[in-house]
């Protein structure tokens, strides 16, 4: 149980005062430091009953949000000086940390309590004598997740949301695992999350942990991992490794709000994300299964960074150019875009929105492909607008895996034998960039050459390509005769076999560029990629095991993506069965998920003939489809 603290107010400027740590109750007697920002005269709070802006989050209330950044800021803004940027336009605004972090009382476990404390704050703020009975929300990432959680419980007073980069669509399938997998940037964040939550001998003993040396030591169980001295950090992680098969666990309100799109408030939303972020599917699929309802207006964001950084201009070792940044370019600023959404729907105001279009979508790729002053590929691209998502006029096209190691839409031939590979658990394929956040110190997100290097944890042959790996297989196209935008949904459709009684395939996307004069050997650059852990290859929810030698389908979903690939390049697709550490490795045993102590070398093999017709589904935008999005002013 952590002391209270008392309540006091705090003049921020004249007209912006705070009151700290108001402790709010739960419905289970826990309380739940808030602070409340309101306008003041003379640094005293004014009367009246204005409409609420809430953020619940478990990053620190009082402390910086890294992704409070505009064009032209050294640092980002201080959660204050957010807060009275809205309070000076005439809100009040509540930051709440989340329960068991920072001055909240209770136990934190990681989702689990958000729709509950959610409902139970908007409850009580509606009946503050300082709010008109309305309220929007915001935040990022788990600021976002904490927004689906508690709108799927329909509280009392919620008027508008705008979800950046999180909101569980399905926990199982986005965010926790995908295709059956383990993310582990849920190890990452929790080693990381409770070193900064932990004080004293524990914080100590956490930092003394080798977490690269635990990576290498998996899987993790109770009192044998990193989090031994943060028993709930590591209780929590443990349970969410194991939890393998998609039961009413995974249904949980927080971490599956598809479940409950038929009954979410009709209330406009606002859902943002991005092609190198870790959401692409939650903040998609929410999209479309909000979408259809007059009452519920949505807006659509979709840029080329990493998980936050609406205001960078690259992700990873790529660069997409003076457009890229959501400032100036989507919006004058990411602070006013929000107030005017705000004074839109909680204040009935008319705000001029210009076009107000429903998608904003920034398309990779059209640079020039030189290496720039900071030393990234230009890839380049440019921002659209749209009706919908995915892009009207959209055509699937079929590629076709051949054996001779040639990706193209003529069917394969008849008599093709299979390509077959050793995937050893004990020396997996290392994760070179991907829609990946909260993976430091092991793991980094973004556009890459697909090579080994020092900076990519567990290469072992440095400089080498990925593709020239045995347990890696490079299917490409002939180079393209003109530019092809890739814009929406992809799926890989493979026939498959195996000895081993359960395996992973994983399928990566690449763009590849020809020779050229800053980089000779080509560069081979990461577009999505998606994994399926075959155990799941007919149901989520009854894992079985594979019958050794039988050919079988299996269906990986990459991210969706928006790409343009240029006149000259070929499109790549890479079929190993581990991508690590973006995701556990499978021992090949079919040991309960999380468990697996022992491995074995699974020999894979994938088909590639006319009965097996093995392929890529590629989403394929016209010239016309693509219409340029309207810059704002810098």
Known sequence: MKTLKATRFEAITDDVIVERDV?????????????????????????????????RTPYGKAERSRSEIEIGMAAPLKREEVATFFVRAGYVVIYQDCRGRYNSEGQFSKYISEAEDGYDTASWLIEQPWSNGTFGTMG??????????????????????????????????????????????QATWAYNNAREASKGITRAAIEAENIQAWFKAMPWSEGVSPLRAAPDYESYLLDQWRSGSFDDSWRRVGLYMEGYYDTFPQVPIVLMSSWYDAYVKSTLDNYRGLSGHPDRPLRLIMGPWLHGNRNT??????????????????METWLGFRRSWFDRFLKDAQVDTGDDPVVRAFVMGGGSGRRNGDGRLDHGGHWISASDWPLPGTVIRRFHLHGNRQLSEVSPAGDVPPLTYDYDPKHPVPSIGGSLT?????????????????????SDNPGLPLSARADVLSFETEP?????????????????SSDA??????????DVYPPSEDYPAGYALNITDGIIRCRYRNSWS???????????????????????????????????????????VNPNTFAPEGYGRTAKVARNSVFCDAAHPSAILLPIVGQDSLTPLKPQAK
């Not at 201009?313 to 989507?330: K, Q």
């Not at 909260?438 to 567990?458: C, H, K, M």
């Not at 393209?480 to 498959?496: K, Q, T």
């Open 23 to 55: 402790m709010v109750r739960m419905r289970d007697g826990v309380q739940l430091a808030t602070d409340i920002y309101r306008p003041a005269v003379a640094g005293v709070a004014i009367a009246g009953r204005l409409p609420v802006i809430m953020e």
């Open 501 to 510: 009684l359960d395996t992973d395939f994983t399928a990566k996307l690449v």
């Open 313 to 330: 201009t690259f992700a990873g070792d790529v660069s997409f150019g003076a457009e890229a940044p959501l400032g100036g370019n989507v």
């Open 140 to 185: 990022l990432s788990y600021a976002a997740h904490t927004q689906a959680a508690l709108a799927c419980l329909n509280p009392p007073g919620l008027a508008c949301m705008v979800m950046d980069s999180g909101g569980f669509s399905n926990a199982f399938q986005c965010g926790i695992r995908q295709g059956g997998a383990f993310e582990l940037k």
């Open 438 to 458: 909260s993976g430091q110190p092991i793991f980094e997100g973004g556009g890459f050459d697909q090579r080994e290097a020092d900076q990519f944890f567990g």
């Open 480 to 496: 393209l005769l003109e530019d092809m935008v890739v814009a929406g949904p992809i799926s890989v459709e493979l026939f498959v």
């Open 542 to 584: 009854k894992p079985e095991p594979i019958t050794p030698g039988e050919v079988f389908r299996v269906v990986i979903e990459p991210f969706a993506t928006a790409n343009r690939f240029a006149r000259g390049h070929r499109i790549r697709v890479d079929i190993a069965s581990s991508n690590f550490p973006k995701y556990d």
